[in-house]
């Protein structure tokens, strides 16, 4: 049994044409699907039905959905789920447009997060069939795909058991504040050979730190920068490379507030990886490994 | 041009019509406490003293409710003065910085000017 990987995202925007119109023209996603007061968007490279969905009203996650491997997987973690204590209930197909029946749990940290595997596949633009490494019309930074997300909680242990516990994840890195199990500020965890699909930091339950697009190399990650200047938008740090994970990163914000990220690079993972712990006094560094030095709001500031 | 005067730090600066309070200080040199620039953080977070200001973009409730906005707090971010307003940033620092903002574009080279 197996979680595959972060699928989409379902964020709250103060106003929706703003909104698409930086996903689509500044990020360069397609919207795939509107219903209900809701924008569905995938970007090239996603395969499956989409990967964002916006919707008007507030700001902040609505919920987010992994995708698991269709071998009974579903039915293991359910059982899992009430071992642990934590709450949730089947998700009938058609409650997000494209995905099928699955799982909606209440994570400890109050998050909600679904899960599935069965989903619409609209394909990749360039195709399975001898295809280009890249679409000759993108818009705007031509993100290829979704990553992951980092959202924070009162009890960043309490979180790490329930995703290694439940859903199998492995934490790549951890920050700590000192030995004991209450002192785990941060951790950086994986199902797949990535070095994060979800991400978690010490702070109010229920919040989005930021969700991530994966772009190819530094180079990318420049000219995404260029991008985000010629449409003004609001830059909260990078170009920059992370400790944690070793990624390039820019670090950004979208119409209403909400915190995205582009990120390149990183090392593999897998099952036998030994988890990176980083202690307080170089959390700086760990996260800003260019600069050594992180705007305190850094950390606070959630939506 | 309406004045935003700056307490306690006690600076004065004019915005344009339209004008974010953020963008204003921003022109004139100086960083108030920001991140997101979007009204969706609540990181700029301020009181007004005196004077209205006006949201021309909407900010959602959880970031400041009609009570707060009724209180005094207002978001400097998004936050435009109708009249001349007095901003309290509290122990909040107001950093010097040379800020650019979004530049006027001609969309049409035919509409430029200049040599």
């Known amino acids: 049994m197996a979680v595959i990987r972060l699928g989409y995202v379902h964020v709250r925007v103060t106003d929706l044409a703003e909104a698409r119109q930086h996903y689509e023209q500044t990020l360069g996603m397609d ?192 000219r995404a920068g260029d991008i985000m200047s010629m449409d003004d938008v609001p830059i909260d740090f990078g170009p920059a490379r992370h400790g944690i994970t070793r990624g390039g990163t820019i670090y950004f914000f979208d119409p209403s507030g909400n915190r995205n990220e582009v990120f390149a690079g990183g090392y593999r993972t897998g099952p036998d990886f030994r988890p990176i712990t980083w202690t307080m006094d170089q959390a700086a560094r760990g996260i800003n490994y260019t600069h050594r030095e992180i705007d305190q709001d850094f950390l606070r500031v959630v939506t | 041009m309406k004045a935003v005067r700056v307490v306690p730090h006690d600076i004065e600066v004019w915005a344009r019509p339209g004008e974010s309070v953020v963008d204003a200080l921003r022109r004139y040199g100086w960083r108030s406490p920001y991140k997101c620039r979007r009204g969706g953080c609540g990181a700029c977070r301020a009181q007004l003293r005196a004077g209205e200001l006006l949201y021309p973009r909407a900010v959602a409730d959880s970031v400041l409710s009609a009570t707060e906005q009724a209180a005094g707090a207002c978001l400097p971010c998004r936050a435009v003065p109708l009249t001349d307003v007095v901003i309290d940033l509290g122990s909040q620092p107001l950093r010097a910085v040379l800020a650019s903002s979004a530049p006027h574009k001609n969309p049409d080279p035919a509409e430029q000017e200049g040599p």
């Not at chain 1, 395969?47 to 919920?63: F, M, N, T």
């Not at chain 1, 609209?122 to 992951?148: A, F, M, Y």
């Not at chain 1, 890195?173 to 199902?191: F, T």
């Open chain 1, 31 to 222: 919207t795939v699907h509107e219903e209900n007061g809701r924008t569905y968007l995938k970007s090239w490279d996603d395969d499956d039905h989409h990967s964002v969905v916006l919707e008007e009203g507030g700001v902040g996650l609505v919920k987010f959905g992994y995708k698991v491997t269709d071998d009974g997987t579903l039915e293991t973690i359910e059982s899992k789920v009430s071992s642990f204590g934590a709450s949730c209930e089947r998700m009938s197909k058609g409650d997000n447009a494209g995905v099928g029946d699955g799982l909606r749990i209440t994570l400890p940290s109050e998050h909600v997060l679904e899960l599935y595997s069965e989903v619409e596949r609209l394909g990749t633009k360039v195709g399975k069939l001898n295809p280009d490494p890249w679409p000759r019309d993108l818009r705007g930074i031509g993100v290829p795909r979704i990553n992951h997300a980092l959202v924070t909680t009162e009890d960043p242990a309490l979180l790490e058991r329930f995703f290694r516990d439940v859903l199998s994840f492995r934490p790549a890195e951890r920050l700590v504040a000192g030995d004991e199990d209450s002192d785990l500020v941060g951790s950086w965890m994986y199902c797949g050979d990535q070095p994060h699909d979800i991400a978690f930091v010490k702070g109010a339950n229920g919040k989005l730190h930021h969700f991530a697009y994966e772009i190819d190399d530094w180079s990318a990650l420049l």
